[in-house]
């Protein structure tokens, strides 16, 4: 023993064996960033596969209906048919007969007479169609008329009681997120709750937008003017779900939000009825978009800090909170925006807000499919992705047409 220890053959051992410890971290490590790189490559590509479909999975791709200018202009041709030189009825009716009719921007290549437009919806009651693609996906001319609907979204059909589709669409909402997900409402849950933190603050966000929503339902929506009395029913929807979303008892969460659906049931039947109405008002517009750029103000804000007022820097277990909050708010307003769009059309026509609002749907669509595997909190500048800056995104253009449109 001494012989080798004087050899040096432990000392040896030892280096070998550490270099073999080594070479395995090391391999470890990189089959890790192999794992990471791979996963960061199947998510943008899994994104692009879902931008070659329709923008809704799962419902049938719309087709645009030929608008009321392109059968002037389809009469124009039919009556100016037989020569060569005959006009065609031109934007403002007018006919030429001197010359040849020239094609019109954004004319299907090979037709003669349509003319692509933004559907033109009718009065609440009427079916209505698809949204036109955004300002940044818009179609160069020629493209076909019915390609709109692989980058629109469907608008609802609404009811021809003011206000009915607009208070449905808040009950559906709340009552998904207490019956129609399993395991019911997370956050006050004792048990699961604590490992299901992504459900629960997609939940709190959906909660704090509806509370947005009912105090302006209450206080203006459904309001002539300010000597108007407010409904006892909504009253009472606001106040229960003023109650804090932890509650396990003595009420319990859900129990004050099952009776807040019950309130807000019994309002839309006076709706129907006649005993109380809804505003489709240019101020009633205006007092829900600055109730919601306050909202969204504060969600962007949690979407790009880095830490806290504290000073505190924001931890990896907080950002996928921060992300699935954002994610709640935004799928109630990309609900309600759709109804409003349909719903207040003629004070949208007033302000010519109707290319805005269709914008910001098409943003909140957009944070919609964002669905990552799992929440990374990289530098704006890393390889791998900062999910909160990607959702800050579509919802930063959301507020600023919020804010355009507040200025009203």
């Known amino acids: 023993m001494q ?78 048919a037989g020569s ?24 299907e290549a090979g037709s003669k007479g349509a003319v692509p437009s933004a559907p033109a919806l ?12 955004a300002k940044g996906q818009a179609h160069a001319p020629g493209a076909e008329a019915g390609a709109h609907g692989e980058h629109g979204v469907k608008l609802p059909e609404l009811s021809p009681i003011p206000g009915v589709t607009f208070v449905e669409t808040m009950i559906q909402l709340l009552d998904h997120e207490l019956h129609g997900r399993t395991l019911g409402w997370r956050p006050n849950d004792l048990v699961f709750g604590r490992f299901t933190d992504n459900m629960n603050n997609f939940q709190l966000g959906v909660l704090e937008t509806l509370r947005f929503t009912m105090m302006r339902l209450k206080d203006s929506l459904t309001r002539m003017g300010d000597a108007d009395a407010y409904d006892r029913d909504l009253e009472q929807a606001l106040n229960l779900l003023m109650n804090r979303a932890t509650l396990f008892m003595f009420p319990s969460a859900e129990t004050s939000y099952q009776e807040a659906l019950g309130h807000l ?47 505190t820097p924001v931890s990896w277990f ?65 390889i791998f992705a900062n999910h909160r800056a990607n959702l800050n995104g579509p919802l930063s253009e959301v507020l600023h047409l919020l804010t355009v449109m507040s200025q009203f």
């Open 122 to 133: 009718g009065q609440p009651g009427e079916k209505h169609e698809t949204l036109p693609a």
């Open 3 to 80: 012989l080798l220890r004087k050899a040096g053959w432990f000392q040896a051992r030892g280096e070998i064996r550490r270099s073999v410890i080594g070479a395995h971290f090391f391999q470890s490590f990189l089959s890790l960033l192999f794992f990471l790189a791979l996963v960061v490559w199947l998510i943008p590509s899994s994104a692009r596969a879902a931008q070659k479909h329709p923008l809704l999975q799962g419902q049938p791709e719309l087709t645009q209906p030929q608008p009321p200018q392109a059968a002037t202009a389809a009469h124009g041709q039919e009556s100016g």
């Open 84 to 107: 060569p030189g005959s006009g065609a009825a031109g934007p403002g009716g007018g006919a030429s007969s001197a010359t040849p009719a020239q094609p019109i921007p954004g004319q």
């Open 265 to 311: 049931q019994a309002f839309v039947q006076k709706l129907k009825t006649g005993q109380r109405n809804f505003y489709y008002r240019v101020d009633n517009l205006h007092s829900l978009i600055v109730v919601y750029k306050d909202l969204l103000g504060n969600v962007n804000r949690s979407l790009i800090m880095a830490n806290h007022v504290d000073g």
């Open 318 to 382: 907080e950002v996928d909170d921060y992300f699935y909050y954002a994610k709640g708010v935004a799928h109630v307003l990309f609900e309600i925006f759709k109804v409003v769009r349909v719903g207040f059309k003629a004070p949208l026509d007033t302000l010519r807000s109707n290319e805005i609002m269709d914008e910001m749907i098409h943003e909140l669509h957009r944070a919609e499919q964002m669905e990552p595997w799992i929440i990374l909190n990289a530098d704006l500048g890393s």
